[in-house]
């Protein structure tokens, strides 16, 4: 329950709340010369805007094996640079929220198995599924995060 007290304590001021994909991830979009066509907005939703940079980078990494820690950090602060370097071209995100983006990544991983759990016939799945949920689980239950990033 401390994601839900800690969402519920933060600010939905119009420059840190509103309208978000809650779905960015590389299947959902497209490049055409020199524009990203976005597509897939059937789980838009009001949530922090951090939220949905903390999705981006979440679904960026999700296919670098979890055991290629040094990997996974170093391409998701590569991918969040050059992220917010066109985000700050279109938003104007305080950067002290960034400080949040962990909490994020961990609540989407929360979202995630719980999606998955529900929604996916575990039983029809290969024992790879059914292994990268245990493992969702197990790091939820030991409080042990998605990613740690060493953000500054």
Known sequence: MSFINELQQLPKDKDLYGLIHNDLHQK???????????FDFGDCEHNWFVYDIAISVYHAIQLIPETE?????KFAL?????FLTGY???NNLDKSWLSRLQFFLNYRQVYSFVYLSKFLNIEEYNLNVKTVLARMRGRIENDIPYIELNIS
Do not use: P, T
């Open 28 to 38: 959902n979009f497209y490049i055409n010369g020199d524009k990203i066509i976005l």
């Open 88 to 90: 700050n071209q279109e």
């Open 78 to 82: 590569n991918f969040l640079d050059a």
């Open 69 to 73: 820690k040094e990997r996974r950090e």
